[in-house]
C-alpha cells in the first residue's frame, strides 16, 4: 500500500524528530516515518494538495493544506527533485534524489515560513541524507 504524500512533506519527513501540531498529528506522523524507515522501498504517491499526513491535521488549528503558500512550496520541493504531482517512487529513490539535489542551506530559503524552521531538525535531515545516512530513529518519549 502506498503512502500519499505531497511536494514538501518529503523534506519534513527527513526532519521529524517527533514534535507536531497535536499529539494525534505527530502519532500519524511517526508512524509514516518509522515505516518508511523500516521499509525504504516503500512506493509513495505524489500528491496535490492535503495527503495522508495532514488527514490527522487538528481541527481546532487554522488550517493551512489548501493555502497557496503551501502549494509553492511543494511545488519548489517538487522541481528541485525532478518529481510532478502523480509520480510514484519508492521512498529510497525519492531519499536519492534528495541526496544529488538538496543540500541543507536550501532549506531556510525553501521553508522560510514553516514554524519548525527554527529548530534546525529539517536541515540536519537534508545532511543525514547527503552524508549517505537513513532516517534516524526517533528520540524516546520522556
Not at 514538501?8 to 497535536?22: A, D, E, P, V
Not at 488549528?61 to 527533485?81: F, G, I, Q, T, W
Request: proline share 7%; net charge neutral.
Amino acid at each position: 500500500m502506498s503512502v500519499k504524500l505531497r511536494g514538501h512533506h518529503l523534506l519534513c519527513l527527513l526532519g521529524f524528530r517527533g514534535m507536531g501540531y497535536s499529539p494525534a498529528f505527530a502519532a500519524n506522523m511517526a508512524d509514516v516515518y518509522e515505516r518508511l524507515r523500516r521499509e525504504p522501498r516503500t512506493e509513495i504517491e505524489i500528491v496535490q494538495g492535503p495527503d495522508d499526513l495532514c488527514a490527522c491535521y487538528p481541527e481546532d488549528k487554522p488550517y493551512h493544506c489548501d493555502a497557496a503558500s503551501v502549494r509553492e512550496r511543494d511545488d519548489d520541493v517538487l522541481r528541485r527533485l525532478g518529481y510532478k504531482r502523480g509520480d510514484k517512487a519508492e521512498w529510497r529513490d525519492i531519499l536519492a534524489s534528495v541526496k544529488l539535489h538538496m543540500q541543507e542551506e536550501d532549506i531556510p530559503r525553501m521553508c522560510a515560513t514553516c514554524r519548525w524552521l527554527p529548530y534546525g531538525v529539517c536541515q540536519e535531515g537534508v545532511a543525514r541524507i547527503a552524508a549517505g545516512e537513513g532516517l534516524p530513529p526517533l528520540p524516546e518519549k520522556r
